[in-house]
């Protein structure tokens, strides 16, 4: 996908300013919004520009070229609308999909530890007991980002203290003992609106309810949840990929050769995501996917490094990287995020385990 060349001036011009948080992601999700890179993927029918889940891994793609923090804001935004069009509320979906599309309700994805406890790695965070009028939440998510004062939805996934099956809720901001804690002092995308939320007593109802059983749920929005973020891990490749091709008359030619093999392992690895989360490929079969965010987080690393090599000294300077020393950070972040690589090695691991069992 290519960007718009007004949104791409603006991402160049505030990629900085997004990383160390002189900007923020209120000024960014209407950008996104008006040059229609929230609906991609979304179906016309509910208000987006149609197309299928590759669309919008290409747009988190498109933006992770100029901006890691705007490319993992448009994730959050994007991944909660994908649990809406998931979930069989549909007047749940109806409700918030016109703000999240124009960019006006920030959408925040508090399913890192739902993740986990998926893969059995740990328990969930948040309980859930039932009321005659529905439940009632209390416990804590340490990250969630996007969570735009007063204008966010979190998604979040509860057990039931009675002992029935997990479900996954969407809590508005506003909901009585819901509590942001400021941003966290992160050491870059801090421009992304990353806290921890509190819950203390939030009642809700069925109408916040997106799906009543996460064991069943959860595997079907992993694909998209995953998907959407190799987008992070192949934009920043191509990007810093781009910056060895510019350097290969100054004396760094034979830089030509490993950039040519990254970039090819790049395209086949992006083509296989796009095809397997298309064709729904991934809902089943979860450790093809794995393995490929495995591969692609490992190709951005690898593209990193070149792109230091072919800089040199010059990388090393204040003012003249060229946004260098930014993408440096921005790499550290994608083997780190839920499913970090750690924890997907992990799962792969047990399950080669059982197989040989
Ligand atoms: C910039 C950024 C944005 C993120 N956005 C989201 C999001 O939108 N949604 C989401 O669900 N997750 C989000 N996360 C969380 C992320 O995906 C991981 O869950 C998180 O990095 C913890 O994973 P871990 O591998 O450290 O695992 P863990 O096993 O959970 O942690 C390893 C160790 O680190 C400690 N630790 C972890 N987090 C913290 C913390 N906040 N404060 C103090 N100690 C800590 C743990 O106690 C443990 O000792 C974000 C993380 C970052 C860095």
Request: hydrophobic fraction near 50%; charged fraction near 15%; glycine fraction near 10%.
């Amino acid at each position: 996908m290519t960007l718009d060349p007004e949104l791409a001036a603006w991402l160049d011009a505030h990629a900085d300013g997004l990383d160390c948080g002189s900007t923020d992601a209120a000024a960014l999700l209407p950008r996104l919004a008006t040059a229609g890179l929230i609906g991609a993927g979304v179906p016309i029918a509910a208000g987006g520009s149609g197309g299928s889940c590759s669309s919008a891994i290409g747009a988190v793609a498109a933006l992770a070229r100029h901006s890691q923090a705007a490319a993992f804001v448009l994730w959050a935004q994007r991944v909660f609308i994908e649990y809406l069009l998931q979930s069989p509320n549909r007047a749940l979906a109806e409700a918030y999909l016109p703000g999240l599309l124009a960019g006006t309700t920030a959408g925040a994805s508090g399913l890192s530890n739902a993740m986990k406890f998926l893969g059995g790695i740990e328990a969930l965070q948040v309980e859930a007991r039932r009321r005659t009028d529905g439940w009632q939440l209390d416990g804590r998510l340490p990250w969630a980002t996007n969570l735009l004062a007063q204008r966010f939805v979190v998604a979040v996934a509860a057990s039931d203290v009675a002992g029935g099956a997990p479900a996954v809720f969407a809590v508005p901001a506003t909901q009585a003992g819901v509590q942001r804690s400021a941003d966290l002092d992160l050491v870059g995308l801090r421009g992304t609106a990353t806290a921890a939320l509190a819950l203390s007593q939030v009642p809700l109802g069925p109408e916040h309810l997106l799906h009543e059983d996460a064991r069943s749920y959860l595997p079907r929005v992993r694909p998209a949840f995953l998907g959407m973020q190799c987008g992070l891990s192949i934009g920043l490749a191509r990007r810093c990929l781009a910056s060895v091709r510019g350097s290969e008359d100054s004396g760094r030619a034979l830089l030509a050769e490993p950039a040519g093999a990254i970039a090819a392992d790049l395209d086949a690895a992006a083509a296989r995501l796009s095809a397997g989360v298309d064709a729904g490929a991934f809902v089943d079969a979860p450790r093809a996917l794995f393995l490929l965010r495995i591969q692609l987080a490992e190709l951005a690393q690898q593209a990193a490094q070149l792109e230091l090599q072919a800089r040199g000294g010059a990388g090393y300077l204040h003012g003249r990287h060229g946004g260098f020393a930014r993408r440096w950070r921005e790499a550290a972040f994608l083997p780190i995020v839920t499913p970090s690589l750690v924890q997907l090695r992990t799962e792969l691991a047990r399950g080669s385990a059982r197989q040989a069992a």
